[in-house]
C-alpha cells in the first residue's frame, strides 16, 4: 500500500502545503511533481493523479500553489504564471531533498494549465529529467485571442486586470468574479461546467470557484508555446481532439527541442480531471513515460 504525508516546504518567504505520496518499499524512489489546472487546489485532480503515480512506483507529490488552499501568501487565489513557476521549482528542491527520493531521477506532471508551469520549469530547471502533459493547455497571444474574443476581448480582459491590480495596490481590496459559472458572463469559464460545479467532483469547499480579475494580464501574456525550444527533457503530451485547443499542445509537441512523444485518447477536457477510463489511461501513459526516461 501507498502512503500519504502531508509535507510543508518553503517557496521564497512562503510557506506551501502538499500531499506527499509513497511507493511501497525501503528504497528511494523516483520524485514527481504534480500540479492541475488554474486555480485549483490539490484535491481537485493533483491529488489524484499524485496517488496513482505512487502506486506505480513513484513518490509524487501534489501541493497548493503560493495563495492557494492551505498554503500561506497574500493575496489569495490569484493566478500567477511566475508565482507558479517558483513554486514548481522549490517543490522540485524540496523533493530532491527528501530522503525517501531519489533527487537525481525527478520529472513533472501538468494537467491542463499547469502544462504551461511545468514546461517552464523543465526549460530553465535541468533537475526536470522527464515531462508529463495531460490534457495540456498550452497557449501564446495567437490562441488567447481565439479563445478570448480576438484581439479586442484580450485588450479588455487586461485593460480590466491593470484597473484591478491598481485598485489592489491602492486599497488592499482584491477583485473576484467566478471562475466558473453559466449565468455571470464575467466569469473565467463562462459556462456550465459539472466538474467544477458538482459537488461530487471539482466543487468541493477547499475550492472557492473564484477568479482574480488582475490575474487577466499574466494569465493573457504568458507565451507557453515558446518554451518548447528549451525543453529538452523527454516529454510525453496525452491529449483527446475533443479535449481544449488541440492545436495549441500539437504546435508545443513540433517545437519540442527534445525527444516528445504525442499520445492521442478520446474524451472532453474535464473526463481528465477525474473520469475514467481517461485518467488511467493518463496515469498509466505518464508512468511507462517515467519509467523510461527517469
Known amino acids: 500500500m501507498t502512503s500519504q504525508q502531508k509535507v510543508v516546504f518553503p517557496s521564497e518567504d512562503v510557506s506551501l502545503t502538499g500531499n506527499l505520496f509513497l511507493p511501497d518499499g525501503d528504497a528511494p524512489a523516483p520524485g514527481i511533481v504534480v500540479a492541475g489546472t488554474w486555480t485549483s487546489v490539490k484535491e481537485l485532480?493533483?491529488?489524484?493523479?499524485a496517488?496513482?503515480?505512487?502506486?506505480?512506483?513513484?513518490?509524487?507529490?501534489?501541493?497548493?500553489?503560493?495563495?492557494?488552499?492551505?498554503?500561506?501568501?497574500?493575496?489569495?487565489?490569484?493566478?500567477?504564471?511566475?508565482?507558479?513557476?517558483?513554486?514548481?521549482?522549490?517543490?522540485?528542491?524540496?523533493?530532491?531533498?527528501?530522503?525517501?527520493?531519489?533527487?537525481?531521477?525527478?520529472?513533472?506532471?501538468?494537467?491542463c494549465a499547469a502544462a504551461m508551469y511545468m514546461s517552464a520549469a523543465a526549460a530553465d530547471d535541468p533537475r526536470v529529467r522527464s515531462l508529463a502533459l495531460v490534457a495540456p493547455w498550452l497557449h501564446d497571444a495567437k490562441l488567447c485571442a481565439e479563445n478570448y474574443g480576438g484581439d479586442e476581448g484580450v485588450a479588455a480582459k487586461i485593460a480590466d486586470a491593470e484597473k484591478a491590480r491598481a485598485r489592489y495596490r491602492e486599497t488592499g481590496e482584491v477583485e473576484y468574479v467566478p471562475m466558473v459559472s453559466g449565468s455571470d458572463p464575467r466569469a473565467a469559464l463562462p459556462m456550465e461546467v459539472d466538474f467544477y460545479l458538482n459537488p461530487d467532483r471539482g466543487g468541493i469547499a477547499a475550492w472557492p470557484n473564484r477568479f482574480a480579475v488582475m490575474a487577466w494580464e499574466g494569465w493573457l501574456t504568458f507565451d507557453s508555446i515558446s518554451l518548447a525550444p528549451r525543453v529538452t527533457a523527454p516529454t510525453?503530451?496525452?491529449?483527446?481532439?475533443?479535449?481544449?485547443?488541440?492545436?495549441?499542445?500539437?504546435?508545443?509537441?513540433?517545437?519540442?527541442?527534445?525527444?516528445?512523444?504525442?499520445?492521442?485518447?478520446?474524451?472532453?477536457?474535464?473526463?481528465?480531471?477525474?473520469?475514467e477510463p481517461q485518467v488511467t489511461f493518463a496515469a498509466d501513459t505518464a508512468a511507462a513515460h517515467f519509467n523510461a526516461t527517469l
Do not use: N
Request: proline share 5%; net charge negative.
Open 45 to 49: 485532480m493533483a491529488d489524484r493523479y
Open 51 to 111: 496517488e496513482r503515480l505512487a502506486d506505480r512506483g513513484y513518490a509524487a507529490l501534489s501541493f497548493d500553489f503560493t495563495g492557494f488552499g492551505e498554503s500561506g501568501g497574500e493575496p489569495r487565489d490569484v493566478e500567477s504564471p511566475e508565482l507558479k513557476i517558483r513554486d514548481v521549482r522549490h517543490a522540485l528542491t524540496f523533493l530532491a531533498g527528501h530522503p525517501a527520493v531519489d533527487g537525481a531521477r525527478l520529472g513533472a506532471l501538468g494537467v
Open 236 to 275: 510525453v503530451l496525452v491529449h483527446s481532439e475533443d479535449a481544449a485547443i488541440p492545436d495549441g499542445a500539437r504546435r508545443f509537441h513540433d517545437a519540442l527541442a527534445g525527444p516528445g512523444d504525442f499520445v492521442w485518447t478520446d474524451g472532453i477536457q474535464f473526463d481528465f480531471y477525474d473520469r
